[in-house]
């Protein structure tokens, strides 16, 4: 009899766990996980006339999708030598990071460097990272591979950031590939590229973003049965 009583109480906290687990999921956060990015921003610029969009060349090193809140890093230029001190900030910054948030990070005029590499990608996935966003380049793009962590980078080069530049800020606003990132908003990435979504407008966002979806899926039925786009644009009225 105590074996089953403990063996119940057993099974009661692995379902407090998991209910509290399902539960503080963000709806917010879900939808954006499933919704397409493409269908994210044409929904911000149809609303508000505005590109959410980062630069075309911001993009994955691997097939990926996912979506999180903002932690963003900022790195200033500066030759110097006092090492990796100087750059201590960013390390910081992983190991401050909620379970899947996004690292937003930017190095002021950083194409030609590296900003990360395997160790702060590993740091990153085993600390439950949704994924990373670079304004820079990425090194060890192997050992990122194999570890299936999401980034999107500008370019890939064999390069270090340190001696280069110094650690300028941790969830301050950056403009990361041409689009203002504050803590907190939302990260919306796939194959397609990177959108930035202001929390306080990521309900609405979202909705639009959810109706633009539907109707696109809605209409490749019926182009495929009547074999027309120009039917399907005037019926549905998405293009």
């Excluded at 395997?118 to 996935?125: E, F, H, I, V, Y």
Aim: aromatic residues 8%.
């Amino acid at each position: 009899m105590n074996r089953l009583l403990v063996f119940a109480a057993a099974l009661s906290l692995l379902f407090g766990i998991w209910a509290v687990g399902q539960t503080a999921a963000d709806p917010l956060i879900e939808g954006f996980r499933l919704v397409e990015v493409a269908s994210v921003a044409d929904a911000t610029e149809q609303l508000y006339g505005q590109r959410s969009y980062m630069n075309h060349s911001m993009r994955p090193l691997s097939p990926t999708k996912f979506a999180g809140p903002a932690v963003t890093v900022l790195l200033k230029k500066e030759e110097h030598k006092d090492g990796a001190p100087a750059s201590q900030g960013m390390l910081t910054a992983i190991d401050a990071a909620p379970p899947g948030s996004v690292y937003v990070m930017v190095l002021e005029d950083g194409v030609d460097y590296a900003g990360i590499g395997g160790l702060m990608a590993t740091a990153m996935k085993y600390r439950g990272l949704a994924g990373a966003i670079i304004d820079a380049s990425v090194r060890d793009t192997p050992q990122i591979r194999k570890l299936q962590f999401p980034v999107f980078s500008r370019g890939v080069a064999p390069s270090t950031s340190v001696n280069h530049y110094r650690f300028a800020g941790m969830n301050v606003p950056v403009t990361c590939a041409g689009v203002r990132v504050n803590p907190g908003d939302i990260i919306s990435a796939d194959e397609d590229g990177v959108v930035v979504v202001p929390k306080a407008r990521a309900a609405e966002i979202l909705k639009k973003a959810q109706d633009l979806d539907d109707t696109e899926h809605r209409m490749i039925p019926f182009i495929e049965k009547f074999r027309s786009i120009k039917e399907a644009v005037d019926k549905f009225g998405r293009i």
